[in-house]
């Protein structure tokens, strides 16, 4: 199970529209799918700056939006 201290440094970078544009019914879900491993790209509201943030955090391979 992903950290949950890591699934609230997440959620706080993602920019909490709650919109369901990345495939989750919200910020908070898609937090804890991105600590779990799913891919960092796919919030479009928050776009390539958001992506950025959380590569930042994460330090995966920057990715651009999908």
């Known amino acids: 199970m992903p950290d949950p201290q890591l699934i609230r440094m ?4 993602l920019p909490q529209t709650q919109c369901g544009q990345c495939g989750h ?5 898609y937090a804890e799918a991105i600590a779990a491993g ?5 919030c479009v509201p928050g776009g390539q700056a958001t992506i950025y ?3 930042g955090l994460l330090q995966p391979p920057t990715l ?3």
């Open 38 to 42: 799913e891919a960092i790209n796919h």
């Open 53 to 55: 943030a959380l590569a």
């Open 64 to 66: 651009a939006l999908d």
């Open 10 to 13: 997440i959620d706080a970078l």
């Open 25 to 29: 019914p919200g910020c908070r879900p």
